[in-house]
Every structure is written in C-alpha cells, then in structure tokens.
C-alpha cells in the first residue's frame, strides 16, 4: 500500500455531521416536493368544487328539461301543423297562379280581338265618313239644281205673266 495520508478535506467537518447535513438537504427537498403536492393537491381541490358546481347546475338544466319537455313538445306540434298550413297555402298560391296565368292569356286574346275591332272601326268610320259625304254632294247638286230649275220657273213664270198682261 501507499503510505501516503489521504489529504484531508477542504471540508472540516465529521464524517457524521456531512452525512447529516446531506439528510437535511435531502429532507429539504422532500418539504419542497411536499409543498408542490400541497399546491397540486389544493388546485385539484378547486377543480373539484367546480366540478359539483358544474354538476349541480347540470341537474337544475336536466330538471328543468324534463319540466319544458311538454312545452316543447307543443312547440314542435306548432311548428308541424304551422309548416302543413305552409303547404296548403302554397298548393293554393300554385293554384291562383295557374289562373292568373289563364287570366293573362285571355286578356291578352282581347288586347288582340280589341286592336282587330278599332282597326274595323277605324275602317267603317272613315268608309262612313266618305259616303256621307258623297250623300252630301248629292244632296247639295240636287238642292243645286232644284234651285236652278226653281229659278227657271220663276223666270218663265214671270215671262208668261208679262206676255199675259
């Protein structure tokens, strides 16, 4: 063997009291370790409490979904016979249209009918106009020469009356 000394230690303390202060740090770590469960512990805790306020309300809601149910259930009914009134309004607005579209067509039969009837009456008034007119003429020749004759008369009328005196 080696006969040197071993050195001593910077560290002049027993060999008792650095493996006491190694069980001090290490029971210094295990209060740490504590205290994190501590907090860990006191968080799951809150959650906790949150959760049966959670639940609680829960059960309030499901209470008062099963006390609406019947509500909603007249609700629904509602809305079903609501959408079959739709229906029957629609079936019927289809059927309004198809005779609104007979309607139309009809209306405009006789726009056509009434434009053929003013263009006759147009045709016959001015048709009516002329022969009038020409019954005018021969009216007034006929006044024409009834005057002429008449003057005529007049005039051998007053001849004769001057041969007879």
Not at 6 to 27: C, G, I, Q, Y
Not at 89 to 103: D, P, R
């Amino acid at each position: 063997m080696n006969e040197e000394t071993t050195k001593e230690l910077p560290n002049k303390l027993s060999f008792e009291e650095r493996v006491f202060a190694r069980f001090d740090a290490m029971d210094a770590r295990f209060d740490t370790v504590d205290a994190r469960f501590d907090a860990v512990d006191a968080r799951f805790n809150a959650v906790d409490v949150r959760f049966n306020t959670v639940e609680a309300r829960l059960e309030k809601l499901e209470a008062r979904a099963y006390d609406t149910k019947p509500i909603w259930e007249k609700a629904l009914a509602a809305i079903m016979q609501t959408g079959l009134e739709v229906g029957e309004i629609k079936a019927k607005v289809a059927g309004i249209e198809t005779k609104v579209a007979g309607i139309e067509t009809e209306v405009a039969g006789m726009k056509t009918d009434y434009a053929g009837i003013r263009n006759e009456l147009t045709e016959m008034k001015r048709d009516l106009k002329y022969k009038v007119n020409k019954s005018i003429d021969l009216i007034l020749e006929f006044l024409v020469e009834g005057r002429t004759d008449l003057r005529d008369a007049e005039d051998r009328i007053k001849q004769l009356e001057t041969k007879l005196a």
